[in-house]
């Protein structure tokens, strides 16, 4: 059995609800966000193209985030890309939250529960339009 690496991100814990910010632990680029009083870890860039995460959108609602450069929506319970051009999940990394601290583990929480690279349904890939190269849906 392995052991977890835990690494105290308490420094977060002022985060309102609807914010989130970036980490780098190592070689790591991890995103912070606070949905609905819930931490989440991930990823901070896009599986899609090279880009930030903490620079888009944050659904508290959906628990989304969605990519600033070409819309592509994240599950942040589980990583799943949710729309195209994304294909690849995200990593999402296990948050526990103590008393007065709160943690995160560089062991993996998920990474796409079973979505990988073209692995859509069919339903929504239908409802996906793609007219002179932008995503309809």
């Given at each position: 059995?392995?052991?977890?690496?835990?690494?105290?991100?308490?420094?977060?814990?002022?985060?309102?609800?609807?914010?989130?910010?970036?980490?780098?632990?190592?070689?790591?680029?991890?995103?912070?966000?606070?949905?609905?009083?819930?931490?989440?870890?991930?990823?901070r860039?896009?599986?899609?193209?090279?880009?930030?995460?903490?620079?888009?959108?944050?659904?508290?609602?959906?628990?989304?985030?969605?990519?600033?450069?070409?819309?592509?929506?994240?599950?942040?319970?589980?990583?799943?890309?949710?729309?195209?051009?994304?294909?690849?999940?995200?990593?999402?990394?296990?948050?526990?939250?103590?008393?007065?601290?709160?943690?995160?583990?560089?062991?993996?929480?998920?990474?796409g529960?079973?979505?990988?690279?073209?692995?859509?349904?069919?339903?929504?890939?239908k409802?996906?339009?793609?007219?002179?190269?932008?995503?309809?849906?």
């Open positions: 059995m392995s052991s977890e690496n835990w690494v105290d991100i308490s420094d977060f814990l002022g985060l309102k609800k609807g914010e989130m910010t970036d980490y780098d632990y190592g070689d790591k680029k991890l995103m912070i966000a606070n949905i609905g009083g819930t931490f989440y870890a991930s990823d860039v896009c599986t899609h193209a090279y880009v930030d995460l903490t620079g888009g959108i944050l659904n508290e609602s959906k628990k989304t985030v969605t990519c600033p450069l070409h819309l592509s929506s994240f599950d942040m319970n589980n990583g799943n890309a949710l729309n195209l051009p994304a294909e690849d999940p995200l990593k999402i990394y296990k948050i526990k939250k103590e008393k007065k601290s709160c943690l995160f583990s560089c062991r993996l929480f998920g990474y529960f079973g979505q990988t690279r073209n692995n859509y349904s069919d339903k929504k890939m409802e996906s339009k793609i007219k002179d190269g932008k995503l309809f849906r």
